[in-house]
């Protein structure tokens, strides 16, 4: 018996190319980063307002103008003025006359006191204060007509004054005429004293008759 003959294969075409190998997946683009958001500036903190500079024959230094002016019975009567708050205008206007005019200068052109009088108490603030009044003065920063008759400095407190307050008291007086006031305890709780010490006599020879020092005050 004759062995089965092998079967026969065709021979593969020289033309045929091999089949391609698949491509590979194509990897979908990766999502372009959003966008940061535009980096707005921080709003600076406003820059200080300055003070603009006051018109002609307007005061630049103190409280601003009074819209009604202050006057007293005559322009000859004493107007005090106080360098800082509590300097011991209103205690003075009480005890010896005139008119508490405030923290600023008067105006005469309006009818206000010319004659005035610088109050300010003997601590380093008081001190600081009734220098800066005066050097608004000095550079005409007043209205006209002003006839600084000279400071009056309270006491702060009893007792002597320590040597660095003294010095500056000398200069202030190289400027002007300077009169101290002693340290009055009824002035403190809102009253009047009984009698007025000496040292008041000259400011109540400013004000004008009728008023003497170690006078009793009803």
Known sequence: ?????????????????PA???????????PAPAAAPARTSRPSS??????APAPDGEPSWGEPRRRVPLRGKSRDEIGWVKA???AGASS???????VDVGARWPEPARGEPRRVMLVGRTSAR???SVSRALG?????K???GIDLLGVVLVADAPGRLPLSLLRRIRVVRSVTHVHRVPWIPAWRVGGQPTYLPRQLSALADLVGPGTDGERTVS
């Open 84 to 86: 800082h708050g509590g």
């Open 46 to 51: 406003p820059a200080p307002r300055k003070r």
């Open 20 to 30: 391609a190998a698949p491509a590979p997946p194509t990897q979908a683009a990766a």
């Open 136 to 140: 608004a003065l000095k550079d005409g």
């Open 126 to 128: 008081g001190l600081r």
């Open 1 to 17: 018996m004759h062995p089965a003959p092998a079967p026969v294969f065709p021979a593969p075409s020289a033309s045929a190319a």
């Open 142 to 144: 007043a209205p006209q």
């Open 92 to 98: 003075l206007a009480d005890a010896l006359g005139g």
